[in-house]
């Protein structure tokens, strides 16, 4: 069982950056594999980037790629990601998940993750 806090969310002008971390509770972090997800107003929750296990495999969706960066800190049981360039259509509640696993793989999909945290609100105007 683990329990994921995130932080970092805020209002930001287009072009600026944040920082959101995700911090899990209980023992095996370096288990997990993890990922942030976000849901916009009146849209659907899709995957924005994962991190294997042991942070050596990453994936992230075209939209976010060459701007925001994920990373993993398993000593620190947190997961962080990084948003430069920001535009305002990444406003949106970021989530972080988590999923156990043996495997070295990231994970794309949603249902698959087993750890939900609360979400994080980030804005970017125009």
């Known amino acids: 069982q683990v329990q994921l806090v995130e932080s970092g969310g805020g209002l930001v002008q287009a072009g600026g950056s944040l920082k959101l971390s995700c911090k899990a509770s209980?023992?095996?972090?370096?288990?997990?594999?993890m990922a942030w997800f976000r849901q916009a107003p009146g849209k659907e929750r899709e995957f924005v980037a994962a991190?294997?296990?042991?942070?050596?495999?990453?994936n992230y969706a075209d939209s976010v790629k060459g701007r925001f960066t994920i990373s993993k800190d398993n000593a620190d049981n947190t997961m962080n990601l990084q948003m430069n360039s920001l535009k305002p259509e990444d406003t949106a509640v970021y989530y972080c998940?988590?999923?156990?696993?043996?495997?070295?793989?990231?994970?794309?999909?949603?249902?698959?993750?087993?750890?939900w945290g609360q979400g994080t609100q980030v804005t970017v105007s125009s």
């Open positions: 209980g023992s095996r972090f370096s288990g997990y594999v």
């Open positions: 991190i294997s296990r042991t942070g050596g495999t990453i």
């Open positions: 998940a988590a999923k156990f696993t043996m495997g070295f793989a990231t994970v794309r999909v949603m249902n698959v993750y087993e750890y």
